[in-house]
């Protein structure tokens, strides 16, 4: 046992390692390829000469910046309504007893199964009717619902590991009831309200089918819908190289987020979906 | 806790006629609380799904094109008719249950092994562990362009690196169900992984101690001890991914757009619904769709004897 068998297991840690990063290096290797090469058949996994010039391509295309603007504003604020929502109902179904708790649980559950395609043809012709079709709000609301589920799971297992004695005996010592709460609670609280918001902003990031359902200008396109329907500045022009690179710069800030918050993304994957 | 110290809510009536004044006030302050921070909870997700849903049951008896509205017309159970006679329906099923199964069952055992890296590996864990997060964050969009252009003929690797020439796997179905389901399967392991891994720490550490003392072979130790000790995760894993596999669309449609079979339910429900704007068929499709859903969802709870409210922590 000891080290040799402690080696083996660093080996197989880096296969993983590589599993995971192996495609963003390809990924990368595309986007510095320079278009005109890569079309004269530039096919090897690295490129033979590296160019910014697909990152210039597509922050000159209207089309990406405004699809980066309308993602980055749909999703944070579809997470923090999601989350601020999510908190109260995890907070009465972890703190409270009433009629309800299970019925508000296994809807959210029910939710999270709920294939979302079923959605798209009512929303699509309601949207158009209500005049949302290819609005913000057209998407932030149906993210909202997809998220909550997920938002109240995760976080109402988090308040349940809140010992809530202690706001009692905050008061006890003489704090007021808004002081034990905000002094003691909030701060515990903190950290399980902040991870549900890392995983629903991934949500709303990554969602595909709504996006390219319910959109059909850059008004409201966001990344993953405008990438789908991205054909490069010309028809003759090959997108390949140009979509890797937005592809890249759409992929830092999950890199980001992932570096900084490993630990509570997994703790937040984890919580309430498996007993403990 | 003391319950004489709380007090009764403005509008509430001070005492109960049964005498237990104090403890039903502060129940029903308790519950009147609870509904009213959950309810804006209950009315978002009851609005956007389960009233669409019953407008998409209305809108399936209509014979309805957007393209064409004064021809609305009620037809009963026509488009139901229409869909489950379809070709075209039996497809879609079938290429959504070869990319669920083979998907999920690879991760699976895939998902176990990572889990089981993670869990020995001291070298590097926090690393290991980052490194996971990776596919699971990137948008699934990106994931399908990646492997897209790994697999195509003019800008992959693929085929140089292992000498196939210049064969198309985007040519016929099967390869590309190949590649989709190659995708799905490096985006949602991840996921699947964690869960596992959450489990694997459950199971306790002096019982596999014992059973080795007692002579079980590695092999036995996983089957009998571990495996049992971890069902509710493996439970979970397996129907969320199940279930979530069961609606994929963004692999396909960024990958074949639907070319050579290879178009999933959900795909299915959004060219009727969106491309075509046939909101009658389509919405036969979107209900339809839901049903299997809840079949599956069904199957998986009493196939397993397992509450799942139970499983997710309720208690």
Redesign the interface.
Known sequence: MGTKASNWWTFWGVLILAWAAFPLVWMASLAFKSPATFRDGDSGFFPSEWTWENFQTVFEDELFTSALRNSAGIAVIATLLSVIVAMFAAYAIARLEFRGKKLLLSMALGIAMFPQAALVGPLFNMWRGLGIYDTWIGLIIPYLTFALPLSIWTMSAFFRQIPWEMEQAAQVDGATAWQAFRKVIVPLAAPGVFTTGILTFFFCWNEFLLAASLTSTDRARTVPAALSFFTGASQFQSPVTAVMAASVVVTIPVVVLVLLFQRRIVAGLTAGAVKG | ?TVTETPAGPDEPATEPDGKAPVSDR?RH??????R??A???I??????AY??G??LV?SLYSYR?TDPDGREFIGLQNYMTVLTDPIWWSSVSTTAIITVVSVAIELVLGFA?AW??Y????????????????????????A???R??FQL????VN?WFGLGDFNWFGERWSSLFVITFSEI?KTT??IS??L???LV?VPEELQEAAKVDGATPWQRLWKVVLPNMK??IM?AVL?RT?DA??I??NP??MTAGANDTET???L??R???TLVN?GA??AV??L??LT?VLI?FIFIKGFKTD???????D
């Not at chain 2, 978002?44 to 799904?49: A, G, K, Q, Y």
């Not at chain 2, 003019?154 to 690797?157: P, T």
């Not at chain 2, 799942?308 to 309720?314: E, I, W």
């Open positions: 806790m129940l308790e519950r009147k609380l609870g509904f921070l959950s804006p909870a209950f978002v997700m009851i609005l956007v799904t669409p849903l407008y998409a809108l957007l990572f890296v993670m020995r590996i001291i070298k590097g864990r926090s690393f290991v562990r980052t490194a996971i997060l990776v596919p699971y964050g990137i948008i699934t969009v990106v994931s362009f990646i492997w252009y790994a003019d800008s992959g690797f140089s490096w991840p996921f964690l869960l891994l959450a489990g459950q509710a995760a979970v969320f279930l069961w609606r669309f963004d449609f960024i339910l959900s795909f429900a959004y009727q619904n969106v909101l389509g919405s979107s209900v769709l839901f859903v969802a799942l409210s139970q499983v997710r922590g309720d």
